[in-house]
Every structure is written in C-alpha cells, then in structure tokens.
C-alpha cells in the first residue's frame, strides 16, 4: 500500500504562479513513476503530467505544456508540480497519482493506468 498525498493548492490570480508537492510513504520512492491529474465537477479526470522513476522522462497534457514542470527529488520522496501563467481555466481539484511500473514501459497518461491515488488538492485560479 502506498499513501499519497498532494499540497500547495489554494486560491491565486490568473498569470501567477503555484506549486504543487506529492509525497508517498509506503514503498521505496524510486520505484514509482508519478503522474498529475485534474477534475472539475460532471467532467472526467484530465492528465496534466508524468515523470518517470528516475526523473529522466516527463509528459505534459496539451493544455499545460510550456506552463507546467514537473520535476521530482527522489532523496525527499516528493514530485512538484510548478504551474506558471496560470489560466482561470486551470482552476481544478490536482489529483497525484502513483504507478508501479513491472518492467521499463510504462503508461504515463493513462489514469486507469495508476495504482494509488492522493485525496487531491484545490487550486483555484482567479481571473
């Protein structure tokens, strides 16, 4: 079992800058690929990004790519997501997400995919 949970969510104006952490406890960290998700109420869940156990791959959602970094510091068990130029339209519940890839491949934008989820964090972008 693996426990995640997010921080950083809160209520900033549109352009500003946030910065999202996921942290785990349970499982070596190194052993996760970590993934961010977002929802709006009556809406599926939408992949924002990924980055592999190492660090050495990441993955953006189309609509964050060129704002939004996601970076991780494996020595402190813990994946940031920075979201820059933020967009009333990025306003969401920021899910984090875990997966415990078998083998070298993996499916970072799959949310089926991810076998642990946070309780998700609320960012509210202001316009």
């Known amino acids: 079992q693996v426990h995640v949970v997010e921080s950083g969510g809160g209520l900033v104006s549109a352009g500003e800058s946030q910065t999202l952490a996921c942290t785990t406890t349970?499982?070596?960290?190194?052993?996760?690929?970590v993934g961010w998700f977002r929802q709006v109420p009556e809406k599926e869940r939408d992949f924002v990004a990924a980055i592999s156990r190492k660090g050495a791959s990441t993955y953006y959602g189309d609509s964050v790519e060129g704002r939004f970094t996601i970076s991780r510091d494996n020595a402190k068990n813990t994946v940031y997501l920075q979201m820059h130029s933020l967009k009333p339209e990025d306003t969401a519940l920021y899910y984090c997400?875990?997966?415990?890839?078998?083998?070298?491949?993996?499916?970072?934008?799959?949310?089926?995919?991810?076998?642990?989820w946070g309780q998700g964090t609320q960012v509210t972008v202001s316009s």
């Open positions: 349970g499982r070596f960290f190194g052993d996760l690929a």
């Open positions: 997400a875990v997966q415990i890839p078998p083998g070298v491949a993996w499916s970072p934008r799959n949310a089926e995919k991810y076998d642990f």
